[in-house]
């Protein structure tokens, strides 16, 4: 298995803080992803980073950051969090493109109220 | 935005029986991607498809690309509850989009 963590596991906030969820890889890979995951919706692309301070955003990008200064750490933060924002969220990684495979964490659970 | 419609959305079979999964778009696709997901964990690669018309075997698993590029099938021969969970396709040209999945229950 790909060797990707994802910190904390589990979080709950309330309506208006900042959250930041952490992603690290073992595998050196360039490539990084944050997706949520909701039932009706599926998987979809929040950011991705393709190196070092460089990010690009994904389909559901509003109400979320990142940030990425070592190749290994990638950071997804909430900086006033919602209720819509209660979600599984993932990190991914990828050796080469972004449609390269990918190899999921475990998920990160939050829950807004 | 490409879309990829998967079907059917819920599979619930007994143990033994074989089953089949679709991945259907309209757009054309340089490869498909499958993972399957279990309750409370990450997606999980199980294949890549690249060529159209190529079919792709691991164990029990069939998987095969459409000669167009625009779907996919999965199949799955004499099913067993280790088989049950989220079946996911996957495809794209900038980024992956990503099914909404299959959830396949396999009782014993």
């Known amino acids: 298995d790909a060797g990707i963590t994802q910190s904390p596991r589990h979080k709950v906030t309330e309506t208006g803080t900042p959250v930041t969820l952490r992603c690290h890889q073992t595998e050196n890979h360039r490539y990084m992803y944050w997706y949520r995951q909701d039932p009706g919706h599926g998987l979809r692309l929040i950011h991705y980073s393709y190196g070092v301070k460089d990010t690009d955003k994904g389909e559901v990008s509003d109400g979320y950051s990142v940030s990425r200064s070592k190749t290994e750490d990638f950071l997804l933060t909430l900086e006033s969090a919602t209720s819509s924002q209660t979600s599984v969220y993932f990190c991914a990684i990828s050796e080469s493109t972004p449609v390269h495979e990918q190899y999921f964490g475990p998920g990160t659970r939050l829950t807004v109220t | 935005t490409q879309l990829l419609e998967q079907s059917p959305q819920f599979l619930s079979i007994q143990e033994g029986e074989n089953l089949t999964v679709y991945c259907n778009s309209s757009?054309?696709?340089?490869?498909l991607q499958w993972y399957r997901q279990e309750p409370g964990e990450g997606p999980v690669l199980l294949v890549t498809?690249?060529?159209?018309?190529e079919v792709k075997k691991l164990k029990r698993l069939t998987f095969q690309f459409g000669d167009a590029r625009k779907d996919s099938s999965l199949h799955i021969t004499a099913a067993q509850p280790g088989d049950t969970g989220l079946y996911l396709c996957a495809g794209g040209y900038s980024t992956l989009t990503f099914g909404k999945g299959t959830m396949l229950l396999v009782s014993p």
């Open positions: 498809v690249v060529t159209g018309g």
């Open positions: 757009s054309v696709f340089s490869s």
